[in-house]
């Protein structure tokens, strides 16, 4: 068995939704200050890096992190979709580039968008995921749990209004389906098998960082 990485590791350059939030990693204890053992503190929005979003996100009665056991993120039939950005600045249906599987339970948008990361491009000029599509997506991926891709969010500025309606659309639907944020596909090999996505498991908190491993 080997795993791929599909998130990024955070750090304090991690880019952030609409340039907003930032990571802080400082030193607590250090060796060299004659303390027994090294530790740090780390500040962070709940919201940045790869990220997956759950129901609470958008309702208040919805689900939260902690709601999903380790054996709901496993997911046994992947499927990743290149999506051509060339014409349109957009996921959808006129931009992906192959057949949906319908009997996918996690599907994975890959724009390549991740080359412009370190960049304000990323964070200011990503494509729209088109609410039409998320329809599309309900009722068709009868199985479909969750949905990744390689933009920050669902939710572009170009389009804010299709953003929060494709939010709604898949964490309200009667089987909720989870969205990971920022996922890193550079390394995504068509001979994985299984995801597991691996949250940091904080109560109370609607959604949280995650990582996310394709299994061979």
Do not use: W
């Amino acid at each position: 068995m080997k795993f791929i990485q599909l998130s990024y590791n955070m750090n304090e350059n991690t880019p952030s939704y609409g340039g907003r939030h930032k990571v802080s990693i400082k030193p607590f204890e250090k060796i060299k200050n004659g303390n027994t053992a090294n530790s740090y503190k780390v500040h962070f929005y709940n919201h940045i890096g790869t990220h997956i979003d759950c129901p609470n996100h958008f309702f208040n009665s919805g689900k939260k992190i902690t709601d999903y056991s380790i054996n709901d993120l496993l997911f046994n039939n992947p499927q990743i979709i290149d999506v051509d950005l060339s014409k349109k600045n957009e996921i959808s249906s006129k931009t992906i580039l192959s057949e949906i599987n319908k009997n996918a339970d996690i599907i994975l948008f890959r724009t390549f968008f991740s080359k412009y990361r370190h960049s304000k491009k990323y964070i200011n000029d990503y494509p729209v995921f088109t609410s039409e599509f998320v329809c599309f997506l309900i009722k068709e991926c009868v199985n479909l749990r969750t949905i990744g891709f390689d933009i920050i969010s669902l939710t572009s500025p170009i389009n804010k209004d299709e953003g929060k309606k494709a939010h709604q659309l898949l964490l309200g639907n009667e089987k909720p389906i989870l969205i990971i944020e920022d996922m890193n596909l550079e390394n995504y090999t068509n001979n994985i098998k299984n995801i597991l996505v691996a949250p940091f498991n904080f109560e109370k908190i609607d959604s949280a960082p995650c990582n996310v491993y394709g299994i061979i």
